[in-house]
C-alpha cells in the first residue's frame, strides 16, 4: 500500500453535503462509537468488516471515508483504492474534527 490517500477538508465537506452533491459517506468506526455519532447519511461499514462489505458501497459516486481521527480511514482509503475505488478519500481530521 502507497500509504498515501487524498483528503477532503471538513469545509469541503460540508458543502458538499449541503449543497446534495452526491457522495457516498462510509463511517469505519466500531458500531457504539457509530451509535454515540455520526454523520448523517453515512453507512457504517466497521474496517474489519470493509473487505467482505465492498459490494455495499456505490461505484459511481465520490466515496468519503471517515473515522474518529483519521487514521483508520486511511487504511480504508488504501484498502478501497486497491480494489478498483479510485475515488475513495479520507476526511481530515475525522470525526473529532467534524464535531469541533
Given amino acids: 500500500m502507497s500509504g498515501h490517500c487524498p483528503t477532503i477538508s471538513i469545509h469541503a465537506l460540508k458543502s458538499r453535503i449541503f449543497g446534495h452533491d452526491a457522495a457516498q459517506i462510509v463511517d469505519v468506526r466500531?458500531?457504539?462509537?457509530?451509535?454515540?455519532?455520526?454523520?448523517?447519511?453515512s453507512i457504517l461499514i466497521p474496517l474489519g468488516?470493509?473487505?467482505?462489505?465492498?459490494?455495499?458501497?456505490?461505484?459511481?459516486?465520490?466515496l468519503i471515508v471517515v473515522c474518529r481521527s483519521g487514521n483508520r480511514s486511511a487504511q480504508a482509503c488504501e484498502i478501497l483504492r486497491t480494489h478498483?475505488?479510485?475515488?475513495?478519500?479520507?476526511?481530515t481530521g475525522g470525526l473529532t474534527a467534524w464535531s469541533a
Avoid at 30 to 41: L, S
Avoid at 49 to 62: A, F, N, T, V
Fill in 84 to 91: 478498483g475505488f479510485s475515488n475513495a478519500q479520507t476526511l
Fill in 49 to 62: 468488516e470493509l473487505p467482505y462489505r465492498l459490494h455495499e458501497i456505490d461505484h459511481r459516486k465520490d
Fill in 30 to 41: 466500531e458500531i457504539d462509537e457509530y451509535r454515540a455519532g455520526h454523520i448523517e447519511g
